[in-house]
T-cell receptor
Framework: QQPVQSPQAVILREGEDAVINCSSS?????VHWYRQKHGEAPVFLMI?????EQKGHEKISASFNEKKQQSSLYLTASQLSYSGTYFC??????????FGAGTTVTVRA | NAGVMQNPRHLVRRRGQEARLRCSPM?????VYWYRQLPEEGLKFMVY????????ESGMPKERFSAEFPKEGPSILRIQQVVRGDSAAYFC?????????????FGPGTRLTVT
């Protein structure tokens, strides 16, 4: 079943912060985060595994709460290059990922 | 180290024709996934293959669609007798091993337009 992402869209000014949430109704083993710019391939950002860890990639970090079956992606001090659509993909300890509908982030100067 | 390669990048077919989409995984990767993406939507799983084996094709329509990943050469997604509803972006991703604890790297996609 497809995870639910929120919000659907967010508009930021450079330097502002944002949080994107990804919730699943199924038990999660892994959460994968990707960013896709219009007309391009999704780019892998990070993967979080069961265990509630937090990871970071430059000023983008994420957390995984397995009890709540959700993950959050944190965009800190956003840059223009952060614009794009962010997808979470969730795995249930097999191999198949289910992707959310995406959150469109627009960062303005 | 080349990433995942897909060709063609754009493909136009008339209704009833066949479409063949190719995917070469990253070097060292033997696991390939195909996804379909409609405009403004997320990625939908279609099929998962390892070399010479289809592991899971539960996301692929039973008719007109087929996929293979031969011992030599790229993975191929084949759509026979295309219809307008097949118009979409088709992405393949490769992974170094089986399991969702491994990252999947995506190719640039093939944008199929059926006229």
């Amino acid at each position: 079943q497809q995870p639910v992402q929120s919000p659907q869209a967010v508009i930021l000014r450079e330097g502002e912060d944002a949080v994107i949430n990804c919730s699943s109704s199924k038990a999660l083993y892994s959460v994968h985060w990707y960013r896709q710019k219009h007309g391009e391939a999704p780019v892998f950002l990070m993967i979080l595994l069961k265990g509630g860890e937090q990871k970071g990639h430059e000023k983008i970090s994420a957390s995984f709460n397995e009890k709540k079956q959700q993950s959050s992606l944190y965009l800190t001090a956003s840059q223009l290059s952060y614009s794009g659509t962010y997808f979470c993909g969730t795995g249930g300890n097999d191999y198949k990922l289910s992707f959310g509908a995406g959150t469109t982030v627009t960062v303005r100067a | 180290n080349a990433g995942v390669m897909q060709n063609p990048r754009h493909l136009v077919r008339r209704r009833g024709q066949e479409a063949r989409l190719r995917c070469s995984p990253m070097k060292g990767h033997s696991h390939v996934y195909w996804y379909r993406q409609l405009p403004e939507e997320g990625l939908k799983f279609m099929v998962y293959l390892q070399k010479e084996n289809i592991i899971d094709e539960s996301g692929m329509p039973k008719e007109r669609f087929s996929a293979e990943f031969p011992k030599e050469g790229p993975s191929i997604l084949r759509i026979q007798q295309v219809v307008r509803g097949d118009s979409a972006a088709y992405f393949c991703a490769s992974s170094p091993a089986r399991g969702d604890s491994y990252e999947q790297y995506f190719g640039p996609g093939t944008r199929l337009t059926v006229t």
